[in-house]
Each structure stands twice: as C-alpha cells, then as structure tokens.
C-alpha cells in the first residue's frame, strides 16, 4: 500500500493505494485464481494434464495460466474482443489456449456469451471450470487474506474503503471482515456506467475487469454502505491524472475506485483518510488507456470531472 495525496476543489487528502498489480501475475485475480484452483482440487481430485477452463476479461485468465502450468494442468481461457493484447499474450506465455467470443450478448457486454462456451466445453470435453462467479472460494481468499491486509495497512484514522465489483467476491470478502470490527468504515462498492450489477440499465462498457451483465452470486445489501456508478471517460481520466501526479499507472478498474473516491470527498471534505483497493495495474493497457486515441479504438480521454482534481 501507498499513500498519494489528492487535491480536491482546493482542499488536499491523503488516500491510500493498495496496488494489488504487484502480486505474482500482475493484479488481485492472482489470489482470487489461487483459491479457486485449491477449491477444484479439493472437489475434485485432478490428474496430471487435465484441462481447467474460466471466462476471462483477461486478468483472472493470466493467473489461472500461470497457476495451472505450475501445477501441471492446462488451461483454456474463454474471452471476448475487448480483452487486452497483452492480457492475451500473458495468457499464451503461460501455455493457455485462448477461446475468443465474438458475438455481443443480450446486454451488449460478452459475459452471457462467454460462459455459454464454458458450459459447452465442460458438457461436450470434460472441462473442469473453476467458476469464479459462483465459487465460495472466490470471497473466501478476500475474506481471509485481503481484508485483513487492507484494513492493517490502511491504518485506524481510514474512514471509508473503496471497492471495484465485477464477480462481487472481492467486495463480498473484504466486506465481511471489515464488518466483524469493532469501528467498521463506511464501504463503498464501485461499479461503471452500462452495468446491471446494482440495477442499471444495460449499455456497452469499454473497461474490462469491472462492471457484468449479469447480477453478483455473492453481494447483498450487507456489504456496502453505497454505490457509486463511474462513467469509462471518468475512470481513465483518473488513471491518467494518477500517472501524470504520482507517476503511479493503475488499469481501468482502479481508475473507476479512485473517480468514486475522488467523488466522495468532494461529498464529505472532513474525511480524515481513505483506502482504495485497487485490482489491477496499467502495464497491460498502454494502447488504450494510456495510449493516444484513435478513429479505429476511440478511447474517452477528455474527462471534464478533473478540472479541480490533483494528484501529488
């Protein structure tokens, strides 16, 4: 965890990043990835060689590679177009095979259409899937592992934790045990503009590791105090100022967590302090959300929420 400061319509707060990207294989899938492949193993004993299958937006189908290589099993990962070149060049490093979806599903997102191929694979070849949408294993790990560590190095002035929900198991672990406390923080889960997580109306989305189209198997109105709903111009807006201030790249979903926090403070200026979880790192989105805008790819650069906002 870090600490940056970020100045707010003229009145600067410290704000605590825990950049889960420098976990083995690049974000905070590589825990959720490690419990679940525990949990298949436990379930079901597998042999040498045997085939792991997941729908991936791309940071959970690089651990799940990297962990079923080191294990001895091989891995398919299923995504879909807006998975990252290099998401997908990782996961082929790793000796996956790489199954892309291209047909949009009911929502506009590929998440439906993805794991329809999952259920194709594990019915017609014997696939054994790890289902990070449904696993208990998923919010068990955050439960277990990333709560604690969040809130002992967050420090005991932290007044609110921000969350990115895609699957949910990250908020629904983390939420858990910052709930056990005696002087719990106020939780925020982070969602983007176009998904149905909280009841949205479905849209395209261009962020991949947050956001589904479909609701989470794990999130109750127990686990967070609020939601805030970040549009994709706002999230790589700040993942750009965070860059430009601190020289700190985060990826998209991290950005959405600092436009929520950045949002709440402009909503509670005495906020002493807070920490925001974020998932992944900006490494595997130089072409996009660090890279110029293109007619082909137009990315949304010109965020207008950051005229009073710096980072430092």
Not at 52 to 75: D, K, M, P, T
Not at 214 to 242: I, M, N, Q, W
Request: with cysteine; aromatic share 6%.
């Amino acid at each position: 965890m870090v600490e940056v400061s970020v100045l707010v319509t003229d009145q600067r707060h410290p704000m605590r990043l825990k950049l889960e990207a420098e976990n083995p294989w690049g974000s905070i899938k590589d825990r959720t990835a490690r419990s679940l492949l525990d949990e298949l193993e436990k379930s079901a004993p597998l042999e040498p060689g045997a085939m792991i299958v997941e729908s991936s937006s791309g940071n959970a189908g690089v651990a799940l590679a990297a962990l079923s290589r080191q294990r001895g099993y091989r891995f398919t990962a299923v995504v879909d177009p807006r998975t990252s070149p290099a998401n997908i060049q990782n996961m082929k490093k790793y000796g996956a095979l790489v199954d892309i979806v291209t047909d949009p599903d009911e929502y506009g997102g590929y998440l439906l259409t993805r794991l329809k191929r999952v259920e194709e694979l594990v019915k017609e070849r014997g696939y054994h899937w790890t289902d990070q949408y449904s696993s208990p294993a998923n919010p068990e790990v955050h439960y277990r592992e990333t709560g604690p560590e969040l809130w002992s190095q967050a420090g005991d002035d932290c007044d609110a934790v921000f969350v990115a929900v895609s699957t949910g198991g990250t908020l629904a672990g983390v939420a858990r045990y910052l709930r056990e406390l005696d002087r719990p923080p106020h939780i925020e889960a982070v969602d983007v503009v176009g998904s149905v997580i909280f009841g949205g109306a479905s849209a395209p989305r261009r962020l991949v590791g947050i956001g589904s189209s479909r609701k989470s198997d794990f999130l109750t109105p127990h686990h967070y105090d609020g939601h805030t709903l970040v549009e994709d111009v706002d999230a790589v807006g700040h993942c750009r100022a965070l860059s430009a201030g601190t020289g700190i790249r985060v990826g998209g979903s991290s950005g959405a967590v600092l436009a929520a926090a950045t949002r709440f403070l402009r909503r509670h200026p005495d906020t002493r302090s807070i920490a925001c979880l974020c998932p992944d790192g900006g490494d595997r989105y130089l072409d996009s959300i660090y890279g110029p805008s293109s007619p082909d790819e137009p990315w949304p650069h010109n965020s207008t929420v950051l005229e009073d906002i710096r980072y430092g």
